[in-house]
Structure formats: C-alpha cells, structure tokens
Nanobody
Framework: EVQLQASGGGLVQAGGSLRLSCAASGFPFDDFAIGWFRQAPGKEREGVSLISSADGSTYYADSVKGRFTISRDNAKTTVYLQMDSLKPEDTAVYYC????????????????WGKGTLVTVSS
C-alpha cells in the first residue's frame, strides 16, 4: 500500500521557521520525484517545490524561492521542506505527492498523494 504522510505543520509567527516531513512507503522511493503543494482557504492548490529522483535537482515556486529548501533522504524514504522567514501568506494545508514523471508536478497530477498538514503563520 502506497503511503505518503506529511507532518510538521503548526502555528508559527511571521518570520519563524517550520520543517515539514513527508514519510513515504509502498513504492520504490528512489525512482520517484516528490513534490510539495499547498492550498490556502479559497484558493487553488499550487505547486510549491519539487525534488527529482535522478539527480536531486530542485524547483521552487517564485513565492517561496530563497526561503524554502527541499531535500530528500532516500535511506529514510523521507522528503523534507525547510520553511524559513515564513509569511502569513504561507498559511495553507501542505501536501506531498509522488510520481515517476516530473512533468506531472507542473500539471498538479502526481500519482500518489498524502493527507495534508496545516501550516498557520500569524502576523
């Protein structure tokens, strides 16, 4: 059974930091790209960050570039999203997702999705 479990969300003040984790199981983790998405109340889901399987190359949405860092630990089958200098507009439910094919990230159509973790940034 494929499982993606996001954790690490919480309430933080603006300027603070959180680290999200995405623990994966049930599929060949090393062969899959992992993406983080978020959805704020009343807004569409957006892709935040992606890390590939092959060479670990990364992508960040402009809104988080320079503040968020994605990384993966293949031995632990876990992907992390370090979020620094958080802003109130980062408030959202954050989801991790996985797919063999990177372009599915751009379409928001990755094969496997986990349940989200709520991040709330107070001003």
């Amino acid at each position: 059974e494929v499982q993606l479990q996001a954790s690490g969300g919480g309430l933080v003040q603006a300027g603070g930091s959180l680290r999200l984790s995405c623990a994966a199981s049930g599929f060949p983790f090393d062969d899959f790209a992992i993406g983080w998405f978020r959805q704020a109340p009343g807004k569409e889901r957006e892709g935040v960050s992606l890390i590939s399987s092959a060479d670990g190359s990364t992508y960040y949405a402009d809104s988080v570039k320079g503040r968020f860092t994605i990384s993966r630990d293949n031995a632990k089958t876990t992907v992390y999203l370090q979020m620094d200098s958080l802003k109130p507009e980062d408030t959202a439910v954050y989801y991790c997702a996985a797919d063999r094919v990177v372009p599915t990230f751009w379409m928001g159509a990755m094969s496997y999705w986990g349940k989200g973790t709520l991040v709330t940034v107070s001003s």
